[in-house]
């Protein structure tokens, strides 16, 4: 296959991954989950809690729908 030309990539998670912060210190996972569901290609929501803060790890199918999410959130308004 040396030299073979294919239009199949290898995505790596961390490319579909959207990091959150900022969130309120009693936030919980469902939480996130239900309003990032309205999000194409949410695949996973998977939750870091330390002692300063919270931190969401947002995981899309594509890159597509990770950067489109991105540019959507606005955390702040999350919880209005």
């Known amino acids: 296959m040396s030299g ?5 990539s290898i995505v790596e998670p961390k490319d579909r991954t959207i990091r959150i912060t900022g ?7 469902r939480e996130l989950r239900r309003i990032l569901r309205g999000f194409d290609g ?5 939750m870091d809690y330390d002692e300063r803060e ?15 999410a991105r540019q ?7 919880y209005d």
């Open 72 to 78: 959507r959130i606005e955390v702040p308004s999350l």
């Open 42 to 46: 949410l695949e996973n929501v998977p």
């Open 4 to 8: 073979d030309s294919s239009d199949t």
């Open 23 to 29: 969130l309120p210190q009693d936030v919980k996972g």
């Open 54 to 68: 919270p931190v969401c790890f947002a995981q899309f199918s594509i890159i597509l729908h990770a950067e489109n």
